[in-house]
């Protein structure tokens, strides 16, 4: 099931969503001690094991972070061979001051931007969507 390809459509047609909650970046050595079910996404590097997961949940397992995210995904289906999609919202965001941390997941692309941005993001990313050329 292959996902679009064509930026212009990726772009006009990618409906930013806003997801509840507030979601942190944590490393660790081992995810022994962390229920499967409450991992959002992990990276292994070799510095240790980057996990995505909710706030409450990190507060819980007593997990160190020092970023407070909002997800925002992008409704449309993305093909992970599309060329230039990331690079024209990041630069977006980046023109409004607003960083952000992407996974791009077999449907979705996924951005993390600070809690305190999250609304700003949303207003940038649907001016972007309604307004390319």
């Not at 930026?7 to 979601?23: H, Q, T």
């Not at 407070?68 to 024209?88: C, D, E, F, N, R």
């Amino acid at each position: 099931m292959a996902g679009e390809t064509e930026l212009k459509k990726l772009i006009k047609s990618m409906r930013p969503e806003l997801n509840s909650g507030e979601y942190v970046f944590t490393t660790e050595v081992s995810l022994d001690y962390i229920p499967r079910e409450n991992i959002l996404g992990q990276f292994a590097e070799k510095e240790g094991i980057t996990v995505i997961i909710e706030k409450e949940k990190a507060d819980v397992l007593g997990l160190q972070y020092d970023f407070i995210a909002s997800w925002i995904t992008l409704t449309i289906h993305s093909s992970l061979k599309a060329v230039g999609l990331t690079a024209i919202f990041a630069s977006e965001l980046a023109k409004n001051s607003i960083g952000c941390n992407v996974v791009a997941a077999y449907y979705h692309d996924h951005i993390f931007v600070d809690k305190k941005d999250s609304e700003k993001a949303m207003k940038v990313l649907k001016n972007l969507s309604q307004n390319y050329s």
